[in-house]
């Protein structure tokens, strides 16, 4: 595949949507096609799997994995791996390594077998560099509190979960730091832009 494949991660007030935006606009100045994306809701089904999860009833744990790996297999087969194979550069907002924080790390689901799902669901599509936004869940919060607006189901968990999901981000990274690079999220918005870029430069396709 001749295209880039670019995540972000962290937990909920990180700030990844801003810098989504920031990457894409650099991206587009230097004539590169970007596609950007999410997980939940990437794609029609992801849409209707994003309610559910976000704002419906109790989920059990093994069902809450299993969904968010429906809308991953979904949006991977019909929006990434095509934009991928025509040379694109996507953009993501949260994939994975969101799988393994949350579900494993955060619901204490066996992390390997949350790997084995989205590896299964995603035929092992893995992305080339992934930034995690690192936030202290309190200054998240405070975030999150002066946008204003109500907490989803997932955000609406206690302070235990949230610092478990940042635990599972950061053991994420140091197991993998040739793709990862943790970036401190409290930093201005255009220095935590530099250093993203910093790790993508190198990886562009000419
Ligand atoms: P996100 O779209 O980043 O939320 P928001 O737009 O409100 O910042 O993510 C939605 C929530 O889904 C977030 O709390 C993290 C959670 N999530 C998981 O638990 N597992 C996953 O695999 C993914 C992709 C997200």
Redesign the pocket.
Known sequence: MSGLFITLEGG??AG??TQAELLQAWLEARGHEVVRT????GTTLGVELRKL??HGDDVDPRA?ALL?AAD?AQHIATIVRPALERGAVVVQ???ID??LA??GA?RVLDTEDVRHLSEWATGGLQPRVTAILDIAPEDAAARRHARGGTA?R??SEDSAFHDAVRAGFLAIAAADPDRCAVIDATLPVDEVHAEILARVAPHLPH
Do not use: A, I, N, V
């Open positions: 909920d007030g990844k949507s999410r997980e939940p809701g999860l976000l809450e968010y991953r907002d949260r994939y969101s799988s949350y579900q955060g989803d997932l955000e």
